[in-house]
Every structure is written in C-alpha cells, then in structure tokens.
C-alpha cells in the first residue's frame, strides 16, 4: 500500500525559504522506475506542477518555477524534499506530493497516481 | 507551455443523468511512436486530494468505475460519467504529460441538480 504525507511549517514569512518534506511508504525512491513530484494548489483555484525526482536522480522542474525549486531525495529516510526560495503571498498553497509511475518500454509517464493529503502553506508576515 | 482549457466551469446534473467534461488542449499530445495520448483525469472531491481517474486519455486507473470514461479527438477530449452519482460530487481537472511543464487544466465543479 502506497501512502504519502506532507510535512512543514504552515506559516512563511515573504522572502523566506520554505522546506517541505515528503515522507512516502509502500515503495522505496531507490528502486528503478520511482519517481516523486510536488503540485500546490491555492485555495479554490486548480493544480500547478512543481518538480519531480526519479531514482537515478533525474530532475524535472516548472520552468517559471525553476530558480527558486530543488529537490532532493534521502533514500534511506523514504523521503523527498522541496524547497522553494524567496517565498510570496502569492505561494500560499496546499503542496502536495505524490508517486509517479514509470513505464519501461516508454519512460517516466509524468501523471501522479497515488497523492498526499497535503499541506496548506501560507506566506504572511 | 500547453494551455489546458477545461468548459464548462462548472455544471449541474440530476442523479442518473449523463456528465460530460470538456478539454482542449493548445497543441497535440499524441506522441506519434506509440499512437498515445498523454491526457490524465482526477477528481477531486472537497478537503481531499485529487485522485488519478484516467491515464492515456482514455484508460480507467483501477478500481475506479466503469460509469467513468474517456475519449479524444483530435486535441479535444472529454471525460464522461455515465450515469451520475451523488458520491461523483467533485472538481475535475485534465492534465497533459507530454511536456515540461505537466499543466493541469482549470477544473470543472461537477453538482447535482
């Protein structure tokens, strides 16, 4: 069974750095073919991708995003990390993380099946 | 990037009755090698994360029902539920994974009526 869950804090202040951590079980980001994103939502408003971490290390990150995005990944804590720089009000979001799935004939295919709960972050100061 | 339009923003449908949700996206996402649309559905009901409908525009992820279907034509597709229920009260939103940046549409809130 694949569960995820978001964590960190739930207040920023602008300029900050924020750092949410993504702890998964049910599969292990070392073994080949895994991969695990981070897509935030503002409240009442639809779904923007963010980044995305396969096991060999491969990197994927929104392009408008892109200076401010890094992840990582700790293997042997089961984890994926985000940080975003330099947050803004305008960051305020629910981030979730969430598996992606890899087909070995085609590559990574780079929907999201299995979601965390997510964690709302607000930027205010 | 790819533009995912999603219509209607929202609508109303009576408990049994047939729900159609509509896509366009700005360019093609049909990867000509393997003839696949690379076109997702979630939904996502209220205080809940979104959860994996369809994969390749038309491929029900399992476990989800067969009142749920997918089809394209052309640039356009379109998620269809059948025959609504009341537990189908949700957002929809259609994303395309065929290129950096994986955008998701608008979404679309799905009532009854």
């Known amino acids: 069974q694949i569960t995820l869950k978001e964590s960190g804090p739930t207040l920023v202040k602008p300029t900050q750095t924020l750092t949410l951590t993504c702890t998964f079980s049910g599969f292990s980001v070392s073994t080949s073919g895994v991969g695990v994103g981070w897509i935030r939502q503002p409240p009442g408003k639809a779904l923007e991708w963010l980044a995305l971490i396969y096991w060999n290390d491969d990197k994927r990150y929104s392009p408008s995003l892109k200076s401010r995005l890094t992840i990582t990944k700790d293997t042997s804590k089961n984890q994926v990390v985000l940080t975003v720089t330099n947050m803004d009000p305008v960051d305020t979001a629910t981030y979730y993380c969430a598996h992606s799935p890899y087909d070995f004939l085609i590559g990574p295919l780079y929907y999201f099946d299995y979601w965390g709960q997510g964690t709302l972050v607000t930027v205010s100061s | ?113």
């Open chain 2, 1 to 113: 990037d790819i533009v995912m339009t999603q219509s209607p923003d929202s609508l109303a449908v009576s408990l049994g009755e047939r729900a159609t949700i509509s896509c366009k996206s700005s360019q093609s996402v049909l990867y000509s090698p393997n003839n696949k649309n690379y076109l997702a559905w979630y939904q996502q009901k209220a205080g809940q994360p979104p959860k994996l409908l369809i994969y390749w525009a038309s491929t029900r992820e399992s476990g989800v029902p067969d009142r749920f279907s997918g089809s394209v034509s052309g640039t356009d597709f379109t998620l269809t539920i059948s025959s609504l229920q009341a537990e189908d009260v949700a957002v929809y939103y259609c994303q395309q994974y065929y290129t950096s940046p994986f955008t998701f549409g608008g979404g679309t809130k799905v009532e009854i009526k």
